[in-house]
């Protein structure tokens, strides 16, 4: 969810007629799905490495995260970097698109409805838009770590079609494509949640008392004012940063539970509680529960630079503001 997280300044959607609310809501839905697959495609490389070393995958266990980096363009092909994205393009858009639009009618409903502070209603509604995106895009995220574990000569899937297929023949329909589904929402509600309330709160405090040196007027709107890219992409990448080191062994724990029987050891995985205990007693915490983590961290930074950028700027060109 790195790149996934924003705080909307969007005014309240119900004002206006209902043609303009409606139009809104198709014109957020475009600006969160387009900043959704910019991010991601712009890190999509480390993407893969992510999965490849989080899974043990038995060609490049022994490697680190950068002679990896190094290994899959010479045993693969520089494309091999890019294996899976265009499963997690179709997952990206819709998943980018319903966090963004959820967030704005959560920490609306909380804010009016129910008058808690700013900062928890910001928790609460980041958790629920997080959850209530993984929910609608969760078997396209199985199917992108299934193409994304792969390794050339090795593969089991001919593409996206035939991994629907294939888990659904094999793997006891449609339940075969939410395996990990409980570790992912457990590990999304405090990753979702962390990310908004952290990024928000950094947002707010900036513009409020730094508003000339941090922020510059919407182009769309003068009256609101926005967060300079480089102070955005400072912003988004704490909030990731923090939000990746509370729920990274749930990650772990969902990747091994998502890849199935295509690792050796996947009876081990049948359950959450199971996975993370054979991960650690199996590998330990630095290898095992945080392997890959490295990468995460250096993923943070040029995924919340392009999520946010890409969202204030469809932002502004969409008159969102």
């Known amino acids: ?80 970097l890019y294996k899976g994205n265009g499963a997690m393009m179709v997952r990206i858009f819709p998943y980018g698109a319903i966090q963004f639009m959820a967030f704005e009618k959560y920490n609306k409903l909380l804010g009016k409805q129910f008058g808690i502070s700013e900062h928890i209603h910001r928790l609460i509604a980041g958790s629920m838009a997080g959850l209530t995106a993984v929910i609608f895009t969760y078997p396209l995220d199985v199917i992108r770590a299934r193409l994304a574990f792969q390794v050339t000569g090795e593969h089991r899937y001919t593409g996206i079609a035939n991994a629907f297929q294939t888990i659904y023949l094999e793997e006891g329909g449609v339940s075969g494509f939410y395996r990990g589904l409980i570790p992912t929402l457990i590990g999304m509600a405090p990753y979702a949640g962390v990310s908004f309330f952290t990024f928000g709160t950094l947002k707010s405090l900036g513009l409020k008392h730094f508003p000339e040196r941090l922020g510059q007027p919407s182009s769309d709107n003068p009256d609101v004012q926005v967060l300079k890219v480089h102070v955005n992409l400072l912003c988004g990448g704490v909030a990731g940063a923090i939000a990746q080191t509370i729920s990274y062994p749930l990650d772990v724990a969902r990747r091994r539970m998502q890849l199935g029987t295509v690792l050796p050891d996947s009876e081990k995985c049948s359950s959450l509680r199971n996975t993370l205990k054979y991960v650690y007693t199996e590998f330990g915490i630095k290898k095992g529960l945080y392997r890959g983590l490295s990468l995460n961290y250096i993923r943070c930074i040029p995924s919340q630079a392009v999520a946010f950028t890409t969202y204030e700027f469809m932002k502004q060109i969409l008159h969102l503001n």
Do not use: W
């Open 1 to 80: 969810m790195t790149s996934e997280a924003v705080v909307s300044t969007s005014p309240a959607i119900s004002s206006g007629p209902p043609a303009e609310r409606d139009y809104h809501f198709v014109r957020s839905f475009v600006a969160g799905g387009v900043a959704g697959c910019c991010a991601k495609s712009t890190i999509a490389p480390l993407d893969r490495i992510k999965i490849l070393l989080q899974a043990q995958n038995p060609h490049y266990k022994h490697l680190g995260v950068f002679e990896t980096l190094k290994a899959v363009p010479k045993k693969e092909g520089f494309l091999g």
